[in-house]
């Protein structure tokens, strides 16, 4: 089985990372990050980076298509035609094609979840509508071969329910139990509808700081590309 996590500069890296973990855990599973063009790939924190090995001009085929998100990155992603008409033509052929947290945008964005329920990062899910998808406040919501994660942590989740959905529960209670995913969090405010007033404020303005900051660390990196390709062509 063939697994693309699609990476891009700026995206929330445990969108990726939480997927993989638990679907290499599937027997016979062969796990690809690929981007728009391969090479170094910077994390929203600017403190992590993934190489990616695969651009997206060397990868055609995908039984399961993986798309995370990122506090800002994500809308420069969705204006790709190229990255987009890549995830259209791979989806003709998947098995599976699922989001994690924003990726949900991403991948609405290419009119592929029009009149389909989908979830996404409690902030900005009402996006999803823009682009016909139907907005839907749950942890992980199916839609035929379309599953979508909510925020971050929702990507072992669903993860894990594709693959009871691939392999069944024995062999995926097997996998939960191998990277002991058994959350038992201290505080019951880790859902947009649980959580209180005041701790949504402060949420608000975590995630507006990390936007500026996205926004300017994704300025950094055009730059910097900028003046290595000039650098190649002189």
């Known amino acids: ?42 994390a929203d924190s600017g403190f992590i980076d993934i190489n990616a090995k695969y651009s997206i001009n060397d990868i055609n085929y995908a039984d399961i298509l993986v798309i995370p998100g990122s506090p800002v ?51 900005p899910i009402n996006l999803l509508s823009d682009f016909g998808a139907i907005p839907t406040r749950e942890r992980v919501v199916e839609q035929g071969k379309y599953i979508t994660a909510a925020g971050v942590s929702a990507g072992i ?22 990277i002991e995913y058994d959350p038992q969090p201290m505080f019951n405010s880790g859902n947009y509808s649980s959580a209180d007033k005041e701790v949504l404020k402060v949420a608000d303005k975590k995630l507006n700081r990390d936007a500026k900051k996205g926004l300017g660390l994704l300025g950094m990196l055009k730059n910097s590309k900028n003046i290595l390709k000039m650098k190649k062509n002189n």
């Open 1 to 42: 089985m063939k697994v693309i996590i699609y990476v891009y500069d700026g995206m929330t890296m445990l969108d990726a990372i939480g997927p993989y973990e638990v679907l290499r855990n599937i027997s016979d599973t062969e796990i690809l990050f690929v981007a728009e063009e391969k090479g170094e790939i910077k």
């Open 73 to 123: 990155g994500f809308m420069k992603e969705m204006k790709k035609e190229n990255v987009l008409n890549w995830i259209t033509e791979l989806d003709k052929r998947t098995k599976w094609t699922t989001s994690v947290c924003t990726g949900s945008i991403i991948l609405a964005s290419t009119g592929l979840l029009s009149g389909l329920k989908a979830t996404s990062h409690w902030k």
């Open 157 to 178: 989740d669903m993860a894990l329910y594709l693959s009871n959905k691939i392999v069944g529960d024995l062999e995926a209670k097997a996998i939960q139990l191998t």
